[in-house]
């Protein structure tokens, strides 16, 4: 079982930028495809940016060009660097990593989440 920890959430006024990490631990065959999601309150949980093991990326319209998803594989660790932050940007951010356990399962792990608040 891989566990997930995130860290890099806070307070940031609007216009400002945070950096999210998402450290993975745990043995595994392989990392796979690596992403971030957010949930506000009253909001259905939605994906932000994901990256695969080749390092392919994809966002979500609302975080185009102001997102950027990386990954350290040595580290087994996820970044999510996010400028030009907007309060509708405000969101539990949740890592997720898809992985190949030992036993050649494939399977996926959620970490507890980071919360981000935009304000001024």
């Known amino acids: 079982q891989v566990q997930l920890v995130e860290s890099g959430g806070g307070l940031v006024q609007p216009g400002g930028s945070l950096r999210l990490s998402c450290a993975a631990s745990?043995?595994?065959?392989?990392?796979?495809?690596l992403a971030w999601y957010r949930q506000a309150p009253g909001k259905q949980r939605e994906l932000v940016a994901s990256?695969?093991?080749?390092?392919?990326?994809a966002y979500g319209d609302s975080v185009k060009g102001r997102f950027t998803i990386s990954r350290d594989n040595a580290k087994k660790t996820v970044y999510l660097q996010m400028n030009s932050l907007k309060p509708e940007d405000t969101a539990v951010y949740l890592c997720?990593?898809?992985?190949?356990?030992?036993?050649?399962?494939?399977?996926?792990?959620w970490g507890q989440g980071t919360q981000v608040t935009v304000s001024s």
């Open positions: 745990g043995r595994v065959l392989s990392l796979n495809t």
């Open positions: 997720n990593a898809g992985y190949v356990d030992t036993n050649w399962s494939v399977l996926s792990s």
């Open positions: 990256i695969t093991s080749g390092s392919i990326t």
